[in-house]
């Protein structure tokens, strides 16, 4: 009986604390008949003049909940209690309990601040702190303490730090706790198979429960997909069991048939996601089989989408599950892993508010007035970085300023019950008389299985129009309610016929991709990142894509719904976006001007230049001489400088006064190779005239030898500062050649331009290794002078016979 639950035991105390309390905690264990037996309950209480609200996280439990307190009350749903669901809805004037899903409880209240005829706002299963229950709580609790102090906030789950939320709620908040009813509950650890796959684990797991015990079995499966191939396998495996799945895909009269009896007394066997993990009480269960892995869906910033990722079940969240068992009698849990690695599994799921993406958040948050989430009350606050990132997004559509307040657009985008790109894709199809097609695609964006499978989003569109079922039809009717709230917020132009891949791009630009390869593998969106599709699928073909949804990492995401987008679709719709501008990039040492067409990241068009602006030319120039002057510098300049201590041609005052010497010098061209004259010209300017005179002083470029010849000399080596000549050029040469206090290296040459001896102490080569390079040389060059006493004879390079006929 329903006065048997064990929540009627402590419903008295939570009475007299909403009394005496504008808020209040109740913790209670799955099967104690909260979520069906407070709200009720509240009606007949003084305080209590208007609607009681329960929040649900799941649109199955959101109608099942209502459908139970109506049959409690001998009524039909939409009477007394009534729900409200996205796809689905009975509510009438009499209906004083409304179920509604989180989302649509966070809507009602940025629409209503004050929730004029509410009296009491009850968050069920709060500890699955999705992200709507988080914002819902705190605007409620901001509500309450703003503008309605009688408001009366609830709290509601089973497995939450109750302390933890009074602290939030506030440090007197009561916290009433139920014992539950507590049916002996067995658990059996099958262990895990990393080899086997999950529905093959699961179907010989659920197959050894319906063999070894009676009652009917609930399974619990990561996805939908995973449901459907253990349900092929089951039907194989036991042919005579009735198999039902439960997930948000399906029909309600199916999610009806899972959650309650046979009503032909047949065995079942249900098959669900972690929709059945709380809120629904599924009759006749008494065997939960868990495969221990939970798919959440987890906001990737890098790659700007949002992508379901499997990870192990929590140990709170086996621990509902386990639970499902045993509420109506002993029951008993199968896991697929080993009881000694339980410890080691998450205690709890992490919060939404740490995976999901923020932009739906903040865009509410600034409707509600508030540009910053931390002047808010949060469990935990939303992160930092996600925020930035959806303001960001935000800006670019339009909906917020630079400032991070609202827009005009932005309250146009808000007022829809729709994420932001959604209804920005909305807005645009209906000022353009398309909200109708617009409409269906967003739905199509997020409702999985609608219009069938498959990555191209326009060929579904085209399978849910033509589709008379019953889920179609409802879909269809809201995505009609969403059209029409779209044309009460523009203007509607003429019913253009705007292709599809245009409206899904007006609130996804980013997104806008285009083909990198032959295969139609690889893609690269507009907003700079990378995506993978399949080279089977018929949009591989396409040039252009718009993508709808993609899963996996940043730099390998795949797409796994898009529309083809035509180039001058493109063009012709979104032209405003489209940047025509002059690129100037750097290639095979010179610099290459191109005029691009571009939307962001991609290239729509390119062509030569044939008049780019000069100045960035020159900057361009400036910036790669600079990255390696030594490259442009001539060394030699360098090192006559650096050897008088001079830093004027060093690369930190070059890279300082390049304006002045090497701009002028690159006006007008396309390289850096410069002719060398005008470069030592014009870095020669820079010098002011005492350091002119020094540097040609103290540093001279030439050594002029006794014979009259000259000389360069090297600074750049080693052995610096050195010169090369002929030895018979130094004849009569008593004294070593200097430079300032520096002795020449002096690197003489036979006739030949051979090296035959290097010093820096001339008299004493003369006087020393001189004999034996004259023996050697003079027989290798006997035309020339090679006189014992070197220093005394006249310096000439002419042979013996020239030299004597000059009357040297």
Not at 12 to 37: F, H, I, Y
Not at 149 to 155: H, I
Not at 382 to 401: E, I, K
């Amino acid at each position: 009986m329903a006065d048997d639950l064990p929540i009627h035991a402590v419903l008295p105390d939570l009475l007299a604390a909403l009394r005496e309390s504008s808020g209040a905690v109740l913790v209670a264990p799955p099967g104690a008949g909260k979520t069906t037996a407070v709200a009720p309950a509240l009606l007949d209480q003084e305080w209590c003049s208007g609607t009681v609200i329960l929040t649900s996280p799941r649109r199955v439990a959101a109608r099942a909940a209502a459908e139970r307190m109506a049959q409690m009350l001998g009524e039909k749903p939409g009477e007394t209690v009534g729900y409200l669901t996205r796809l689905d809805s009975k509510r009438s004037s009499k209906t004083r309990v409304l179920v509604v899903t989180e989302a649509i409880f966070v809507n009602r209240i940025l629409d209503d601040p004050e929730l004029e005829g509410v009296s009491a706002v009850l968050f069920d299963e709060a500890h699955e702190r999705h992200l709507d229950s988080d914002l819902g709580l705190a605007l409620a609790l901001e509500t309450q303490g703003v503008l309605r102090e009688e408001l009366r906030v609830l709290v509601m789950s089973a497995t939450i730090d109750g302390a933890r939320f009074a602290a939030l709620m506030g440090g007197d908040t009561p916290v009433i706790e139920s014992e539950g009813r507590a049916y002996p509950l067995e658990i059996r650890w099958l262990g895990s198979s990393p080899q086997a796959r999950v529905e093959d684990a699961m179907t010989s797991a659920i197959a050894t429960a319906w063999k070894e015990q009676e009652g009917d079995i609930l399974a619990f499966l990561p996805g939908v997909g995973e449901i459907e191939r253990t349900r092929e396998r089951l039907a194989e495996r036991l042919p005579s069991a009735l198999v039902l799945p439960l997930h948000g895909q399906v029909q309600p009269a199916e999610q009806r048939a899972a959650i309650r009896r046979d009503p032909k007394g047949r065995r079942r066997i249900v098959l669900a996601t972690a929709i059945a993990e709380t809120s629904l009480t599924l009759e006749g269960v008494s065997v939960v089989v868990d495969a221990g892995l939970s798919r959440r869906a987890e906001f990737d910033r890098a790659a700007g989408t949002t992508h379901l990722v499997t990870h192990r079940a929590s140990q709170a969240a086996a621990a509902q599950r386990a639970g499902r068992a045993a509420r109506q009698g002993p029951g008993v849990a199968y896991r697929l892993w080993e009881e000694g690695g339980h410890a080691g599994r998450p205690q709890f799921d992490p919060p939404e508010m740490e995976t999901a993406d923020l932009a739906p958040l903040v865009l509410d948050l600034a409707k509600w007035g508030t540009s910053d989430p931390a002047s808010l009350q949060w469990l935990d606050p939303p992160p930092v970085a996600s925020v930035a990132a959806a303001r960001a997004t935000l800006v670019g559509l339009g909906a917020l300023d630079a400032e991070g307040r609202i827009t005009e657009r932005g309250k146009q985008l808000a007022s829809l019950p729709l994420d932001p790109a959604s209804a920005a894709m909305l807005l645009f199809g209906a000022e353009h008389g398309s909200a109708a097609k617009a409409a269906r695609l967003a739905l199509l964006l997020q409702e999985r299985g609608l219009g069938g499978r498959g990555e191209d989003l326009e060929a579904r569109l085209l399978r849910w129009n033509e589709d008379r079922g019953a889920r179609a039809e409802a879909s269809r009717k809201l995505a009609g309610r969403w059209a029409m709230l779209a044309e009460k917020l523009v203007a509607s132009g003429n019913r253009d016929n705007i292709p599809a891949a245009i409206l899904l791009a007006a609130g996804r630009l980013e997104f806008i991709a285009k083909r990198r390869d032959a295969s139609g593998e690889s893609w690269i969106a507009s907003g700079g990142r990378g995506f993978m599709l399949d080279p089977a699928s018929p949009l591989a073909r396409a040039e252009f894509l718009v993508i709808g949804d993609a899963q996996g990492q940043a730099k390998g995401a795949r797409i796994t719904s898009a529309i083809a987008l035509e180039q001058a679709d493109l063009e012709h719709w979104l032209g405003e976006r489209i940047e025509k501008r002059s690129v100037l990039r750097w290639k095979q040492d010179r610099v290459e001007a191109r005029l691009e067409k571009r939307l962001g990241a991609i290239t729509l068009a390119s062509g030569p230049d044939p008049s780019p602006d000069s100045a960035a030319l020159v900057d361009i120039l400036v910036g790669k001489a600079l990255e390696n002057p030594a490259k442009l510098i001539p060394a030699e300049l360098q090192a006559r400088a650096a050897f008088i201590g001079l830093d004027a041609f060093s690369s930190d005052k070059l890279a300082e006064t390049a304006d002045l010497w090497l701009a002028p010098l690159l006006e007008g061209r396309r390289d850096l190779d410069l002719p060398k004259g005008r470069l030592v010209d014009a870095l020669l300017g820079l010098l002011d005239w005492n350091d002119r005179q020094r540097l040609d002083s103290e540093a001279p470029r030439e050594f002029t030898s006794p014979a009259g010849t000259t000389h360069r000399i090297d600074y750049t080596g080693d052995d610096a500062p050195s010169v090369e000549v002929r030895v018979q050029a130094l004849f009569g040469l008593e004294r070593h050649p200097m430079i300032g206090d520096t002795p020449l290296f002096l690197k003489l040459t036979s006739p030949a331009g051979r090296p035959i001896q290097s010093t820096r102490d001339l008299p004493g080569f003369w006087r020393g290794s001189w004999d034996d390079v004259r023996k050697d040389m003079k027989g290798r060059y006997p035309k020339h002078r090679w006189p014992e006493e070197p220093w005394a004879e006249k310096p000439s390079l002419k042979t013996k016979n020239a030299f004597s006929k000059s009357g040297g």
